[in-house]
């Protein structure tokens, strides 16, 4: 790409500006007025050098020029430059945030048949119950895969669930029936247990749509439901816990009600219960509306003047190589400076 018309187009412009400042200030000296026939072939001498930047703009298609806002100004940020603080300000919002649930719940229930004087019978139904009273994480996000364009910026954001840790109960109950429930009764026992949350990353994906709003720019955000799928690991010392407790059931009754509930596999069930795992919806208020101040303001003197400058955005676009703002740019002459 030819940089010298690119300069030359931006050295104008800074040019051009500086000139309407000081032919805007009254009492200055100047040699001369400058004539119609100058002004004319300064005007078509500017037109021709804006026509020529902006046809190398589209041809080359590298600032997506054709689809920049209106403005006094357009400002363009390469989405090199917006990828790095877009991706600081996406990973802060999820930055160690602590994961804190309660009266999570998990329940499976069957009839249970055993071969009893020479027949398959049903000799009880048992019903069993993990309930999580108090689960706690850590959530640590990833780098963020960024897209740009239609005035949004697309993110796909990996987290990582990690330094988690569970408590809660197994209910184990047994309804004995016919000669089972005769001599063994009923059975109800709950022991604590303790798990770890397993490490796990899951995929958050969403927008922020950008847009001008007086003097700043807002990134509202345009998230669906994000759920995270939660698994437990339970350790020896909790697989121990409840396979005493379930021995200390089956010593206690007589031949018939160990052969009935030794049929029931209540580890086996427990792990098959928290293998399905714990379905878990983050709080959308994670992802919040983003307001960046966009206007400034500056005063300054000059040949005895008091000239005030302000810009402020009128329009943005996002385009797939750059974010282009529409500046609207003002200025004030005012009274004399005060003395100093």
């Known amino acids: 790409m030819k940089r010298a018309p690119l300069i030359g187009g931006a050295v104008l412009l800074v040019l051009g500006t500086l000139a309407g400042v000081y032919y805007m200030l009254p009492g200055l000296s100047r040699s001369r007025a400058p004539s119609t026939a100058e002004l004319a072939r300064l005007v078509k001498e500017r037109n021709l050098l804006r026509d020529e930047f902006g046809a190398l703009l589209t041809q080359q298609q590298f600032l997506d020029f054709a689809q920049a806002p209106a403005g006094n100004v357009l400002v363009g940020v390469p989405n090199v430059i917006s990828e790095r603080l877009v991706s600081q300000v996406v990973t802060g919002l999820l930055s160690e945030v602590r994961l804190h649930l309660t009266n999570l719940h998990a329940h499976a229930e069957d009839d249970v048949q055993a071969n009893v004087l020479f027949k398959q019978r049903t000799v009880g139904r048992f019903s069993l119950d993990v309930d999580i009273k108090d689960l706690r994480a850590v959530l640590k996000p990833g780098d963020p895969d960024l897209k740009f364009g239609q005035d949004r910026i697309g993110i796909q954001l990996p987290v990582h669930a990690t330094e988690g840790r569970a408590r809660g109960t197994v209910h184990f109950r047994w309804d004995g029936q016919g000669l089972a429930g005769a001599v063994c009764g009923d059975v109800d026992v709950s022991p604590d247990v303790s798990s770890r949350v397993r490490p796990a990353t899951y995929m958050v994906k969403g927008d922020f ?132």
């Open 209 to 340: 749509l950008l847009s001008a709003r007086g003097d700043t720019v807002v990134a509202e955000p345009d998230f669906p439901p994000i759920l995270l799928d939660l698994r437990l690991d339970p350790g020896p010392d909790s697989w121990k816990v409840l396979e005493d407790t379930l021995g200390d059931v089956k010593d206690d009754k007589n031949g018939v009600c160990r052969m009935a509930i030794q049929k029931i596999d209540v580890q086996g069930i427990v792990k098959k219960i928290i293998d399905k795992g714990f379905k878990v919806k983050l709080p959308r208020a994670l992802f919040r509306p983003i307001a960046l101040p966009a206007a400034v303001e500056q005063s300054v003197e000059f040949q005895g003047k008091v000239v005030s400058l302000n810009a402020r955005p009128i329009g943005l676009r996002v385009t797939p190589r750059v974010v282009w703002y529409g500046v609207e740019f003002g200025t004030e002459v005012q009274g004399v400076a005060a003395p100093r």
